[in-house]
């Protein structure tokens, strides 16, 4: 999935050493607004130090995030994970219509031709004839 707006925050790394392996892990979050009538944010993670050096996110950067939405289960509770795997700067959607359309992101309208008159119109059903000794003209 794909989400596009501004870095608003950036919270502080977490680092920690795997239990499984004996590995240093880091990871920091961050949160995105998105460019709708109604801003949505979104908090995601990007994980590892590599990945967080090659991102190089800052608050304030315009980027569209691509990202996976798993969930885990710990002591009987479910919580989500939004991890980053990808991060384009710019705001992608801006620049392909193809894509606003598919953020939500209002379009531009299309140009309208001027208005033409209207035809006229033909009336297909003839009036049924008055009967005789009626001073109603009316066809129904």
Avoid at 12 to 33: D, L, M, Y
Wanted: hydrophobic residues 40%; negative net charge.
């Amino acid at each position: 999935m794909d989400i596009s707006g501004k870095i608003t925050h950036a919270l502080e790394p977490r680092t920690g050493t795997s239990a499984r392996t004996g590995n240093p892990w880091k990871v920091q979050s961050f949160v995105i607004e998105t460019h709708e009538q109604f801003p949505k944010h979104c908090v995601f993670d990007v994980f590892g130090e590599d990945r967080l050096k090659e991102f190089n996110i800052q608050v304030g950067d315009e980027l569209t995030v691509s990202f996976d939405i798993d969930a885990h289960e710990y002591n009987g509770r479910w919580f989500n994970s939004i991890r980053a795997w990808r991060v384009q700067r710019g705001d992608v959607a801006a620049a392909d219509p193809a894509a606003q359309a598919a953020y939500g992101a209002p379009t531009a309208p299309a140009a309208v031709a001027p208005a033409q008159p209207a035809a006229p119109t033909q009336n297909v059903a003839a009036p049924a004839p008055a009967e005789e000794g009626t001073a109603d003209d009316l066809p129904f």
